[in-house]
């Protein structure tokens, strides 16, 4: 499980202004990663955020990974964005 030192959010790309950018660590871009909202690769110019996904393994064991997405499809989860069908920098 995570401690306390143990980064929950971590951000990649070029800063954006919000607060994670400034409190949370940024990472490399995870090239060629799938964006988890719309599944398209995320390219070397793309920003977004990187979180733990957490799910049931063999025998009940709780495990982790971590995975990316872009920040388009990070915010339109809670903040509607027409005219978007990615939230990566190649779609726009």
């Given at each position: 499980?995570?401690?306390?030192?143990?980064?929950?959010?971590?951000?990649?790309?070029?800063?954006?202004?919000?607060?994670v950018?400034?409190?949370?660590?940024?990472?490399?871009?995870?090239?060629?990663?799938?964006?988890?909202?719309c599944?398209?690769?995320?390219?070397?110019?793309?920003?977004?955020?990187?979180?733990?996904?957490?799910?049931?393994?063999?025998?009940?064991?709780?495990?982790?990974?971590?995975?990316?997405?872009?920040?388009?499809?990070?915010?339109?989860?809670?903040?509607?964005?027409?005219?978007?069908?990615?939230?990566?920098?190649?779609?726009?």
């Open positions: 499980m995570l401690d306390e030192t143990t980064p929950t959010v971590e951000w990649f790309g070029d800063e954006w202004g919000a607060a950018c400034r409190e949370c660590p940024q990472v490399p871009v995870p090239v060629g990663e799938r964006c988890t909202r599944h398209r690769r995320i390219a070397a110019t793309d920003a977004g955020i990187v979180v733990p996904l957490y799910y049931l393994g063999g025998a009940d064991a709780i495990r982790s990974r971590r995975v990316a997405t872009h920040l388009g499809c990070y915010v339109s989860q809670f903040v509607p964005v027409p005219d978007r069908a990615c939230g990566d920098r190649a779609a726009r």
